[in-house]
């Protein structure tokens, strides 16, 4: 690894004692290892900084490799790598010397692998980075991150004959909120790509699933899943892949980046229905019974 970021860690997989379930937990968004390296290169301050990141989401599914399913968590914080998106999506605007790059809306907005801006286009950086810097990043942190991931869902997929990625994310409440004083927002989005990456089975299990713990669920809107559910949901492979998007609001505070009292009684609501879903691939080979 480069000495510019030895503070920055790339990323952990907590393995279960015994491993019993096809499926696996993954949180690319959850990094907080900002580092005095990677602080030191941006304008914002080290709060403003975190605005794009998935807080405490590790501490909702702390546990859930007890039943059987293993973890992996980027400790690398988004605004520094996105791990959900493709390694070409390189923004000309922060990366000189960039040739024949592809342009999309996600990188027309900052929002490339190495992003330019947080939430609220806040810009990350005073200046630009040259393309040995961002090729760095993606060699020490996107390459292993989704190898690893690659080698848990294969895994899984060769002792279960199967296997179910739960790519686990969450969404600032303005993303769902509605104006209609008789439709409620959603508070989990799953997302399986208009059923690209998941077996519809899987995806309908989960989401009967979490409505049976009393979430509100919605399906493909407005977040059906990016690169991650893309790349690593391979149905004709029988790997299966799903985002899930947790509404911010459920259990911390936004703008200061904080929990409040909701993210206990949101883990005791929640981690009962992913404990469910660890079920849904098991020893047996089968999709689990209702």
Same mark, same amino acid.
């Given at each position: 690894?480069? *000495?510019?970021?030895? *503070? /920055?860690?790339? +990323?952990? /997989?907590?393995? !279960?004692?015994?491993?019993?379930?096809?499926?696996?937990?993954? &949180?690319?968004h959850s990094g907080?290892?900002?580092g005095m390296s990677f602080l030191s290169q941006s304008v914002l301050d080290a709060q403003s900084i975190r605005s794009s990141e998935d807080a405490f989401l590790d501490h909702l599914i702390d546990g859930i490799e007890d039943y059987g399913a293993p973890k992996i968590i980027a400790h690398a914080p988004r605004a520094f790598i996105d791990l959900n998106r493709s390694t070409d999506?390189?923004? !000309?605007?922060?990366?000189?010397? &960039? %040739? =024949? =790059?592809?342009? =999309?809306?996600? /990188?027309?907005?900052?929002?490339g692998v190495i992003p330019r801006v947080v939430s609220?286009? %806040?810009?990350i950086y005073r200046g630009k980075l040259n393309l040995e810097?961002? $090729?760095?990043?993606?060699?020490?942190?996107?390459?292993p991150y989704h190898t690893d991931l690659s080698k848990l869902l294969k895994r899984a997929q060769s002792i279960f004959g199967q296997s179910l990625l739960i790519d686990m994310h969450s969404m600032p409440h303005e993303a769902v909120s509605t104006q209609s004083s008789i439709l409620k927002s959603p508070e989990i989005v799953v997302g399986d790509r208009f059923g690209m990456s998941s077996d519809p089975e899987f995806t309908n299990r989960v989401i009967s699933i979490l409505k049976q713990h009393n979430f509100r669920v919605a399906k493909n809107t407005p977040f059906a899943g990016a690169f991650i559910t893309k790349h690593h949901g391979k149905v004709k492979e029988r790997i299966h892949a799903l985002q899930l998007e947790i509404d911010?609001? &459920?259990?911390?505070?936004?703008?200061?980046?904080? !929990? +409040?009292?909701?993210?206990?009684? &949101? $883990?005791? $609501?929640?981690?009962p229905a992913l404990i469910q879903i660890s079920s849904i691939i098991y020893k047996s080979n089968k999709i689990a019974a209702e």
């Open positions: 690894m480069s *000495d510019a970021f030895a *503070d /920055i860690r790339q +990323h952990s /997989i907590v393995e !279960p004692r015994s491993l019993t379930s096809g499926v696996v937990f993954a &949180l690319p907080r290892d900002y999506e390189l923004d !000309p605007a922060l990366i000189s010397g &960039l %040739k =024949n =790059n592809i342009r =999309n809306p996600r /990188i027309s907005s900052g929002l609220h286009g %806040k810009s810097q961002a $090729k760095a990043r993606i060699e020490h942190y996107w390459e911010r609001s &459920l259990y911390m505070d936004e703008e200061q980046i904080q !929990p +409040h009292s909701g993210l206990e009684e &949101l $883990k005791s $609501k929640l981690f």
